[in-house]
C-alpha cells in the first residue's frame, strides 16, 4: 500500500489512473479503523482499479467543546489494517494543507441537515460536505462508500453530490455490529465495561420497535415510547433524540405509513452513541 501525504501527489496520481481508463474508489474515513471500515473497503474493493481510503480527523466538523481533541488515533494500527484488507492508497493528509492560512469556503446542504443530529451538533454537516468535497476533487474517485450508521450523513452526502451535478456514485452500506449489536464506531473506545454493556439497548430498543412494527403497529407515539423504556435512562445513558422519519426527506412522521427511519442519539458516559434501523410496515 502506497501512502500519501500531499494533496498535488493524490491528484496527479488519480488523474494518471484516470487517463489510463482505471476506476477509482473512495473509502473517507477520519482513522481508528474497526472492522465496519474494513467491511466498507471489501464491498467497494471489486467495484474498481484503485481503492483509495483517506485518513484525516476533520477539525471543521467538530463544534466547540466536542471531542476533536480526544478523538481516538492510531495510525500505525490503521496503516496496517489497509494494507491488510488489500488498499491501494492511504490519503492522509495533514490538516494545514486541507484547511490553509486564510481558508473560507465551505459546502452547505440545508434542510436534511436541519433535524436529528444538526440539532445538537450545528457544525458538524457543514463540515462533513466540505471535507468530503474537497476529498472528492482531490482522489477524483467514480464512486465514494458510506456506512448507514450515520444515515443522515448519507442522505446529506447524496443530497449534495446530487444537487452539486458531482459525477460520483454514492454508496451505502449496512450497518456492521458487535456480536452483541452494538453498531460499531471508533467512540466505542470511549465506553467503559459497564457503559459498553448499557450500550446495547440502542440495538435493543430498534429490535423492540421492528417487532412491534411487524405486529402492526402503526402509531409513532407508541413505538417512541417503547424505545425509550428499552433505552431507560439513567446515571450516564441520557437521550439525545429518539426520532421517527421519512428516510429520502428526514422529516419527522408520526405513522408508519410506509418504509421510515426510526433514528437515535445516545449520550452514554462522555460517548454519544447514534444508531437506526428503517422499520417496514407489514402489508
Ligand atoms: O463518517 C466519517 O468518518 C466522517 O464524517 C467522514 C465522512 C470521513 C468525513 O470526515
Not at 466498507?40 to 484525516?56: E, H, K, Q, T
Request: proline share 6%.
Amino acid at each position: 500500500m502506497r501512502i500519501i501525504e500531499s494533496i498535488p501527489e493524490m491528484q496527479q496520481a488519480s488523474e494518471s489512473w484516470r487517463c489510463a481508463g482505471k476506476q477509482i474508489a473512495l473509502v473517507p474515513t477520519m482513522g481508528y479503523l474497526h472492522e465496519g471500515h474494513l467491511e466498507l473497503m471489501r464491498a467497494v474493493r471489486p467495484r474498481c482499479d484503485v481503492l483509495v481510503i483517506s485518513i484525516f480527523v476533520n477539525p471543521t466538523q467538530f463544534g466547540p467543546g466536542e471531542d476533536f481533541e480526544r478523538y481516538p488515533r492510531d495510525l500505525d494500527r490503521d496503516i496496517r489494517l489497509a494494507t491488510e484488507t488489500g488498499v491501494d492508497i492511504a490519503f492522509i493528509p495533514h490538516v494545514d494543507e486541507m484547511y490553509s492560512e486564510g481558508y473560507q469556503t465551505f459546502v452547505n446542504v440545508t434542510g436534511v441537515t436541519t433535524p436529528l443530529c444538526g440539532r445538537s451538533r450545528p457544525a458538524f454537516f457543514r463540515g462533513v460536505t466540505t471535507v468530503v468535497t474537497k476529498l472528492f476533487h482531490i482522489v477524483k474517485p467514480h464512486r465514494a462508500i458510506f456506512g448507514e450508521k450515520d444515515f443522515q450523513q448519507l442522505v446529506t452526502i447524496r443530497r449534495m453530490a446530487q444537487d452539486l451535478n458531482m459525477d460520483i456514485q454514492i454508496i451505502g452500506h449496512p450497518i456492521v455490529r458487535e456480536p452483541d449489536g452494538l453498531a460499531m464506531s471508533s467512540r466505542n473506545a470511549y465506553l467503559t465495561p459497564e457503559q459498553r454493556r448499557k450500550s446495547t439497548r440502542l440495538h435493543r430498543s430498534l429490535k423492540e420497535a421492528e417487532v412491534l412494527v411487524r405486529k402492526g403497529e402503526k402509531n409513532g407515539e407508541a413505538i417512541l415510547k417503547k424505545v425509550r423504556e428499552v433505552l431507560a435512562e439513567g446515571d450516564d445513558v441520557r437521550i439525545d433524540y429518539v426520532q421517527l422519519c421519512d428516510p429520502t426527506t428526514l422529516k419527522e412522521v408520526d405513522r408508519i405509513s410506509g418504509p421510515t427511519l426510526l433514528a437515535m442519539a445516545v449520550h452514554v458516559g462522555i460517548a454519544r452513541l447514534i444508531d437506526n434501523s428503517v422499520l417496514i410496515p407489514s402489508p
